[in-house]
């Protein structure tokens, strides 16, 4: 497609819901990223793939998150057993020439 | 580690004012520097970017340069408008990608 496709835009879960949250980057980027956004704060880095490998994943939270993107394509951000903290844009990249390329995110809100 | 520092906001300036959000950076190696714009509600948009020393980047009358004697890529634009109102990030690359907490820019008619 044109641009990093993301959806939901807007998810509301109850606490202790699983999620997903899919990710359709820019056709031909091999790299793609995920960030965790708080409100009022800059995005925070939370994973990271090249083709289907997912090659640092340091910043997720905690094990109740998990990417994947089996096919080296669409990616997909799980949150399982969601807590309001979790409460956040999730923001997904991917990136040419060491650039970033960002979706409109997916507001993810707990309650 | 690598990171960014840009000034903290919000910044409120009228229309056809001069804007200046200052950025510095902390890195080793030879990083590119970036601008990011989000409007409400949207995604982080690229405004610019310059990949080294005394570079450049410019677009929609927002300017920045890559100095490297200072650490600085400061975003400037001689004359704002209502519709420039929106969140700034500096940026920069190196091991990954690492962003600054944002400036909110207000600008009234």
């Known amino acids: 497609g044109a641009g990093v496709s993301q959806s939901p835009r807007y998810k509301v879960a109850k606490r202790g819901q699983d999620v997903a949250l899919r990710c359709d980057p820019i056709?031909?980027?091999?790299?793609l990223f995920w960030y965790q956004q708080a409100l009022g704060q800059g995005p925070e880095f939370l994973t990271y793939?090249?083709?289907?490998?997912?090659?640092?994943k340091s910043g997720l939270p905690s094990d109740r998150f998990f990417a994947e993107r089996p096919e080296g394509s669409v990616s997909t951000l799980k949150i399982q057993r969601t807590q309001q903290e979790d409460s956040a844009v999730y923001l997904c990249?991917?990136?040419?020439?060491?650039?970033?390329?960002f979706g409109e995110g997916s507001r993810l809100t707990v309650l | 580690g690598d990171s960014v520092t840009q000034m903290e906001g919000p910044v409120t300036l009228s229309e056809e004012a001069f804007l200046t959000i200052n950025c510095t950076y902390t890195?080793?190696?030879?990083?590119?520097l970036f601008w990011y714009v989000q409007y409400p509600g949207e995604g982080l948009q690229l405004l610019l970017k310059?990949?080294?020393?005394?570079d450049k980047g410019s677009n929609k009358g927002f300017e920045a340069t890559y100095r490297k004697e200072t650490t600085s890529f400061h975003l400037e634009k001689g004359s704002v408008q209502v519709s420039d109102s929106a969140v700034y990030f500096c940026?920069?690359?190196?091991?990954?990608?690492?962003f600054g907490t944002g400036t909110s820019l207000t600008v009234i008619p």
């Open positions: 990249a991917s990136s040419l020439e060491r650039t970033l390329f």
């Open positions: 056709s031909g980027h091999v790299s």
């Open positions: 793939f090249q083709n289907e490998a997912q090659l640092d």
């Open positions: 890195a080793t190696g030879y990083p590119s």
């Open positions: 310059a990949t080294k020393a005394d």
């Open positions: 940026a920069l690359t190196g091991n990954q990608f690492y």
